[in-house]
């Protein structure tokens, strides 16, 4: 689960320099767009996971509004964007942005995908695979590097993205679709969804189509922001990856089991694989100096303090690290005694 291409799985290979530079300024030319498309979607009064009431105000982002849920956790967009609007930001320069970062740290994020490829292994080593948002294939490409007894399969909505895998991976099927259009019954071993289900307006729904396109016993492998880890809890509203209206549901482990339980799916296993991203991120935050992300940084120590498996793991890196509060020092004399 680690090794040595951790070292790369750092933030600022992730997030290339000029997506850092224009990220922000991009996104608020994109939404002032999309403002302009009418939107006539309700704004929920409860949770869009549990079904809490308890919900509230929890940060703007370009003018989207996001709350928080009390009871579950989850963050999301409320109101929801409409599909018109979606539509628009998903073919914006927006998109056409990202991709080149996708492709320009390219390389920097395989080694992310290795890692998601020996979970995959460590459960199913062969049979029928889908890949739902393929994008520009970074898991594909990830996946021919390896030996693998998978017939794999792609599916995404992108003609562009379509195009793109067609041309690099001819040997792979390509359904351009959504995946709620995929027919039923397909028989898939695996279903991977990687960094989407962030993306999408319903996720029970989407995890109820998934489910039907499994076989028996089949695996959903998925990955999503977790906005209970480190990183989150001391960036707090600042976080890099609040972005309506890609962004509308932002996940933590309990709202997740929502979902699952809804589509009535089970929990197998979970991970949080780059700690290394975590860490390059903090640094980067807490080397401003701001106080609030000190004090966060502080309170995210102090929430896990009664996780036994958390001050295991900590007091482990104080001793590796030799922080840890006991010195022991080993010394000798020397051969010849210096006489100057
Ligand atoms: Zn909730």
Redesign the pocket.
Not at 49 to 52: A, E
């Given at each position: 689960m680690s090794g040595a291409s951790d070292s790369q799985i750092v933030f600022d290979a992730i997030h290339t320099q000029k997506k850092q530079q224009h990220l922000v300024r991009m996104m608020s030319e994109t939404a002032l767009e999309v403002h302009k498309i009418p939107n006539h979607n309700v704004k929920f009064e409860s949770?869009v996971?549990?079904?809490?009431s308890n919900v509230l105000f929890h940060v703007n982002k370009f003018g989207f509004n996001l709350d928080r849920?009390c009871?579950?956790?989850?963050i999301f967009c409320n109101p929801m964007p409409n599909s018109s609007q979606l539509n628009f930001y998903y073919n914006s320069p927006m998109k056409d942005f990202e991709n080149e970062f996708f492709i320009e740290s390219f390389e920097k994020r395989v080694p992310i995908f290795k890692k998601r490829i020996e979970i995959i292994k460590s459960f199913v080593p062969k049979g029928k695979l889908l890949d739902v948002g393929s994008a520009i294939g970074i898991f594909i490409s990830a996946l021919q590097r390896e030996e693998y007894g998978f017939e794999v399969h792609c599916c995404d909505p992108s003609d562009g993205a379509c195009r793109l895998l067609k041309e690099k991976y001819p040997e792979i099927t390509i359904h351009q679709m959504m995946v709620e259009q995929l027919k039923a019954d397909c028989g898939f071993d695996v279903v991977t969804m990687w960094d989407t289900l962030e993306h999408v307006e319903s996720p029970v729904d989407v995890a109820m189509s998934i489910k039907k396109l499994l076989t028996p016993g089949g695996y959903w492998f998925f990955s999503t922001p977790n906005t209970d880890s480190f990183e989150w809890k001391v960036a707090g509203v600042d976080h890099v990856q609040l972005l309506p209206p890609g962004h509308i549901n932002l996940f933590n482990l309990q709202?997740i089991k929502?979902v699952l339980l809804d589509a009535d799916l089970e929990l197998v296993e979970y991970f949080t694989p780059n700690g290394t991203l975590d860490v390059s991120y903090v640094k980067k935050l807490l080397q401003n100096g701001t106080p609030e992300y000190i004090k966060n940084a502080g309170n995210f120590f102090y929430q896990h303090i009664e996780d036994d498996s958390f001050l295991a793991a900590f007091a482990k890196l104080l001793t590796d690290t030799k922080y840890a509060g006991n010195i022991v020092v080993v010394a000798r004399k020397r051969l010849v005694e210096d006489k100057g």
């Open positions: 949770c996971i549990c079904k809490s849920c009871d579950c956790g989850h709202s929502r």
